[in-house]
């Protein structure tokens, strides 16, 4: 049934840490969707009507998804893996309210020393989601690094491919055509 349904995995990085995690999230969709793996300055502009699962996600800087200043500081630590410009908080902004049948989830990486810390980029992002009328079919999802720049922590990159498997999980055990029902004729 989900043969030609595709996913979406946009992420920010800076450091490389993020782009590693939404890779591994990436193989853990590829058996049951036709998947892609963006970095948000290379997203289209518009989410494609077919995309079923839109996967999003971004280090956590100050509590919360980064802003120009966060990116700035980051930049000022050492080399990046992507232009400061934009995150995943400008790409929401630009997303605007759900027009396709998509439904999403969110992931971050956070320091694990501070993990007892409220502060979530993924759970800031689903927030925001769900503002803008998406419906979000997981918990938000942290992985840990153990420093700013990294590593990511032993077996993280494992479990976020199976965080992915679970999200097909996820996304098939909804009734099917949920989204379906509430916007067709678009
Ligand atoms: C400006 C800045 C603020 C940060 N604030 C937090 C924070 O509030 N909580 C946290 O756990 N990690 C924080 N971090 C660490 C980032 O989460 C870490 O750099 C990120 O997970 C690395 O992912 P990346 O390599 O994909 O950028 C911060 C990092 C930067 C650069």
Known sequence: MSGTARALVVYESMFGNTQRIAAAIGEGLRPAFETEVLAVGQTPRTLPGDVRLLVVGGPTHAFGMSRPS???QAAAQG???MPATTG???WLEMLGPRRTETVAATFDTRVNKVRRL???AARAAARRLRHQEYEV???PASFYVGDMTGPLDEGEVDRARKWGE???I???SRPAGATHHHRRGH
């Open 70 to 72: 966060t990116r700035d």
């Open 79 to 81: 080399p990046m893996v």
């Open 88 to 90: 995943v908080r400008e």
């Open 118 to 120: 409220p502060g979530s």
């Open 137 to 139: 079919i997981a918990a």
């Open 166 to 168: 679970q999200l097909v």
């Open 170 to 172: 996820a996304q098939g």
